[in-house]
């Protein structure tokens, strides 16, 4: 990849997480080291060599909670404790000790906005209208001829509202109904969760990113939502036909995550993202990370559900954030435990080598935090799961108008000629992905062109300049295939461009001699840009 050695490690300084490169891991998927097929924290510490090898800056790990599983840990039992299933508290501290070790960052999901309706805190709740906790959820009385309160309707498809014979009244979930909504707006409930922060944070975590953030508060009127109008979009879920402005997204939010923020930041260097998703995503996630009382930064949906990547998608997402003093930080990810693999949205098979070093040179460029999905520094494509080993609750019940999960969330091969391709020595929870075995970790470690390798190139690319880790970037050119950025910081500029076309093209920069290539996508010449490539320049005069 590399025409010209980078420079030394960046000058600038800046707070350990801006510019970062985070790697998520599902814990479910990546590694198990008892056999049961699912995998665990053991696993996930016993493979952070390989992590650590990439050059990333920081693990986010998703739920390893105490949960029943009914959406896959994001349904909390307890926040303060781990799963059997992926081990104990000792096997966590180990995993951190681990992790620190090797110069990786902790981060760990937290799911605010609900938990399970086995959790202690809802038993109590749904117990009598008296208990301490009875405010601490959601809860309405029936309509006057025992509906649910208003017409608001759950993620997953029907009614957000389930009755519940104990206190004769209906209580809120925005996704499924084993996840009733907690009342964040009650100053108690706030309070738990802020200790709930500090548990892990005394435990060394680093940060942390925050689930579903934009549903932690709802309209106390209960007003019904209005409808949402046709805009030709697929509508396979009730939810679809609704607009999302009284359930979720409340002007009181920024409140509380003032409270998170303050929290972190008496523990010195910590770090937080949200996720934000909804037609208001881009207010929103402004909103939330908005100067010192807000988080550090958020991520949203502009790639992870596109179903094509084109220049003129990217130019759009990115110039949404341009720098400035009153500006927040963004985040990027173009795949994770939500979204279909994007090879297998953006690419056709055939050219699925190609694009995948293009895609992965065009993420490490851009500004802001970056995140990468675990596999994807080996190119995986999405997996088709059938509907007999399906695992996700929406594919299931929305079988089979949507798409599923799973598929993203299939195990990581790590040796080619292994059962299970390494995972485990068990059945897996998820088949393993028939085309999985060519991309195993072992095969691409032994191959000094393979995407893993090129990967490790790239992002040691990001580290090298400050420019790209940290600097501001304008984009030059976005046509119906061509995508030309500068990244500048203190005097540094670097030229990148990408060619999203099948055929071969080419662009020179004012004065070439000026500047000097430094990286590439694929094997070229001067100022060539073979068909799906990308190269990285630097001015040298």
Known sequence: MSEANPKPAPRATREWWRGASIYQIYPRSFADSNGDGVGDLPG????????????????????????????????????????????????????????HALGLKVIVDQVYSHTSDVHGWFLESRSDRTNPKADWYVWADAKSDGGPPNNWQSVFGGPAWTWDARRRQYYLHNFLSSQPQLNVRNPAVQQALI????????????????????????????????????????????????????????????????????????????????????????????????????????????????????????????????????????????????????????????????????????????????????GEELGLTQVEVGYDDLQDPEAISNWPLTLSRDGARTPMPWRHDAHALGFTSGKPWLPVGPDHAGLAVDVQAADPGSMLAFTREVLALRKAYDALLIGDMTVIEASD????????????????????????????PPQPARWQVVARSRDGEGWSLPALSGFVARRIG
């Open 481 to 508: 295939k061509l995508l030309v950025f500068e990244r500048t910081y203190d005097g540094e500029h670097m030229i990148c461009a990408f060619n999203f076309a099948h055929e071969d093209s080419g662009w020179e």
């Open 195 to 374: 200790e709930v922060g500090c548990f892990w944070l005394d435990r060394g975590v680093d940060g942390f990113r925050l689930d579903a953030i934009n549903f932690t508060m709802h309209n106390p009127a209960l007003t019904d939502n209005p409808p949402a109008p046709d805009d030709g979009s697929p509508r396979t879920r009730s939810f679809d036909y609704q607009l999302h402005i009284h359930n979720q997204s409340q002007p009181e939010i920024p409140d509380f995550l003032a409270r998170v923020r303050a929290n972190l930041d008496a523990y010195g260097d910590r770090f937080t993202v949200a996720e934000v998703g909804g037609a208001d995503s881009d207010r929103e996630m402004k909103l939330f990370t908005h100067r010192e009382r807000g988080l550090n930064t958020a991520y949203g949906f502009d790639f992870l559900y596109a179903s094509e990547l084109t220049p003129r998608i990217i130019r759009d997402a990115v110039e949404r954030w341009p720098s400035g003093p009153d500006m927040s930080w963004p985040s990027w990810a173009f795949e994770n435990h939500d979204a279909p693999r994007a090879l297998s949205r953006w690419a056709d098979p055939a050219d699925y080598g190609r694009f995948a070093r293009m895609k992965m040179l065009l993420l490490a460029t851009l500004r802001g935090n970056i995140f990468l999905y675990y």
């Open 44 to 99: 996930i510490t016993a493979h952070l060599d390989h992590v650590a090898s990439l050059g990333v800056d920081a693990i986010w790990l998703s739920p390893f909670f105490p949960s029943p599983m009914k959406d896959f840990g994001y349904d909390v039992a307890d926040y303060c404790d781990v799963d059997p299933i992926f081990g104990t508290l000792d096997d966590f501290d180990a995993l951190v000790q681990r992790a």
